[in-house]
């Protein structure tokens, strides 16, 4: 049995590109999962797929940005499964724009999903983590956590953030809680289909032709998780080759 058979895994965005991908590759290794997003259709769909296939999969919908739903999900994962091994904190959103354009709602989106949605998910499983004295927190950051791009400041600003977060947890683990960050490139996914400003969508979409597939961060994320315990992957950046920043 691999390192990933029978562990819990909690993913939150897990109803397109890279937690759905991510769902399905954790499913055929044997994990159980606890899969949630806002959107019930999708995700329902997703768990009976992974659950005819022989996996085992439940679904909860959460809104990342009501720490109360979050942390149902989590509460879900431990009345079902009894533990949490994994959290993958994959929610996210990038709607690009230049900071002349003032966008300020979606400013406040970023933040609200990409970085407080980080932490309402790292408050819901790490104390049962500490209590079993053993855990791993996945973050999903980007190369936008390396580099900042010009009309991608916010977003750029909320990774860096995740990027921080994933070293504070590495540094306060114990050395039972690991922690990962993950920093994708241009992937193939929805993410870019909510960009409202013409001029970045065009861009994206123009960055966007040499996208690689959901699968090569999924198998990054089953990397990690398969390590033995005493091993802990902290950071791993995938771009497609042709990507230049
Ligand atoms: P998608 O748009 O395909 O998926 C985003 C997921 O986040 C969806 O499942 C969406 O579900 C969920 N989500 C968004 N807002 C919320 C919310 N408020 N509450 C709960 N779930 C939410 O994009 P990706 O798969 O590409 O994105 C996954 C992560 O990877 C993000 O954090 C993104 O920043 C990061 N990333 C992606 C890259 C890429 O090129 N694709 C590059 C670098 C990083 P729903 O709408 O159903 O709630």
Redesign the pocket.
Known sequence: MSEVANKVVII????????EETAKMLAHKGAKLVL????EE?LKALTDTINSEGGEAIYKT????DKAQVQALADTALEHFGRIDVLVN?????PLAPLDELKIDEWDQMID??IK?VMYGVAAVLPSMRKQKAGHIIN?S???GHVVFPGATVYCATKFAVKAISEGIRQESNGEVRATNIS????S???TDHISHKDSKEMADDLYQD?IG?DSIARAITFAIEQPSEVDVNEMIIRPTKQEL
Not at 90 to 94: E, I, P, R, S, V
């Open positions: 939150t965005g897990a109803s397109s590109g890279l937690g949630g997003a806002r959107r999708r959460v809104d990342v940005t994959n929610a996210g959103l990038m999903v990409n949605g999903l980007s190369v936008a994708p490139g241009a992937v996914t929805e993410l996208a959901s």
